[in-house]
């Protein structure tokens, strides 16, 4: 499906480029500083952000200036994609350089969304970028510490997650649509290829969603009421949304549902739940098995368990498995994320139904997740036939 493009740099006498429109009474940046960039893409991408450049800085900043700005920043971009630890010169650390890379990225990726195909090479710029970035803005942790322990930060946190959520659903939609053939046949590689982007397209949204749920302090995803559901259907969406996470790792995914199916509770956080737990154990499981199981515990209860094959979580590290926005190395090795908001959010769903998540541990033997629930069985709306059955996928 990738087909590498040429891209040939625009020249940078005055007109419209990308829309910047600079006039033609604006003074014209000489090339000769980023013409020999042996990337085509930076190549073009400079032209335009010189070419435009006015529009963006205002007339106060001097052409020259500018002009050897850019390309220092555009070579420091172009060495990073080979030696990632090549130095960044030193007159990029201001203002203007961190603006002047901030243009440079967002033509990279404007000429990139601009043409049909699909060039190989942009996501190493896009990487070599941000490599930059961090060399030229050395305090940008404590300075994003900084807001996040002020009393906006939490509202900062919320506004990020939103703004990541409408793309991620752009995603999930577009590949959802493609793996259903509405844009054209495909190959058995690209249908894995598209099931992991949606996999990992809904790992993120499922981030941004605890960020706001941590935020908002309620269980948004609880239903006031208990509804109608069947069990098993959540069983097999779970089954399928981790599939292809489970298919290229090699692993069996085994589900068990109860017998009595139809019950009534509250789907939607259940169904949050068991993902998260599932998609955590592929995630943390090499070899073997990950196994989704229900097992009836009276007239009304059924206890989920979502147990794995892998490695164990080391019992120094069970205290902080809980822990929201754990500090970066308190639990390494098994957690559940570097942040620890899957399983703080999983927990925190699991009490709003009633219920307590546990969790057991042992070297060789793997991990398990469970919790009961008090589920009482309604009249089912036709006979399913696959009760009781242990089914495995693939």
Same mark, same amino acid.
């Not at 009961?372 to 089912?380: K, S």
């Not at 242990?390 to 693939?394: E, I, T």
């Given at each position: 499906m990738s087909v590498n493009r $040429?891209?040939?740099?625009?020249a940078v006498s005055p007109g419209p480029s990308s829309g910047h429109g600079p006039s033609a009474r604006q003074p014209r940046i000489a090339a000769g500083g980023f013409a020999a960039l042996p990337s085509p893409i930076l190549r073009a991408a400079a032209g335009r952000v010189a070419a435009g450049w006015r529009d963006e800085l205002g007339e106060a900043v001097d052409a020259a200036h500018v002009s050897e700005l850019l390309a220092l920043v555009a070579s420091a971009v172009d060495r990073q994609q080979a030696t990632p630890a090549a130095p960044v010169d030193e007159r990029t650390r201001s203002n203007l350089g961190r603006r002047l890379l901030e243009l440079l990225r967002a033509e990279v990726v404007r000429g990139w969304s601009e043409h049909d195909n699909t060039d190989s090479h942009i996501p190493a710029i896009l990487v070599a970028i941000e490599r930059v970035r961090?060399?030229?803005e050395p305090d940008w942790k404590q300075y994003f510490a900084s807001r996040l322990a002020g009393p906006e930060g939490v509202r900062l946190l919320v506004d990020i997650a939103h703004d990541l959520r409408s793309p991620l659903t752009s995603i999930l939609f577009l590949a959802e649509t493609m793996q259903r053939g509405q844009s054209g046949p495909l190959t058995e590689v690209q249908r894995r290829q598209l099931g992991l982007i949606y996999s990992a397209a809904l790992g993120l949204s499922s981030v941004a969603s605890d960020i706001i749920e941590l935020a908002r302090g309620g269980d948004e995803l609880v239903e006031r009421e208990p509804v109608p559901f069947s069990v098993s259907a959540i069983l097999d969406s779970v089954s399928d949304i981790v599939r292809p996470i489970a298919e290229e790792k090699q692993l069996t995914v085994r589900l068990l549902?109860?017998?009595a199916d139809e019950r009534l509770g509250h789907p939607v956080a259940l169904s949050r739940v068991l993902l998260n737990l599932t998609t955590n154990a592929l995630k943390f499981t090499d070899r073997g098995y990950v196994e989704v199981v229900t097992r009836e515990t009276g007239a009304a209860g059924v206890e989920f368990s979502v147990r794995d094959s892998g490695r164990g979580i080391d019992p120094a590290l069970l205290h902080t498995l809980y822990r929201p926005l754990r500090p970066a190395g308190a639990a390494s090795g098994r957690v559940f994320s570097q942040t620890g908001l899957g399983l703080a959010t999983c927990r925190r769903l699991v009490e709003a139904m009633a219920s307590e998540l546990k969790v057991e541990s042992r070297a060789g033997w793997g991990t398990r997740f469970f919790f009961? +629930?008090? +589920?009482?069985?309604?009249?089912?709306p036709q006979a399913l036939g696959r009760r009781g059955l242990? $089914?495995?996928?693939?």
């Open positions: $040429r891209v040939t740099p625009p961090e060399a030229i549902p109860p017998t009961e +629930l008090d +589920l009482p069985p309604c009249p089912p242990l $089914r495995a996928v693939p």
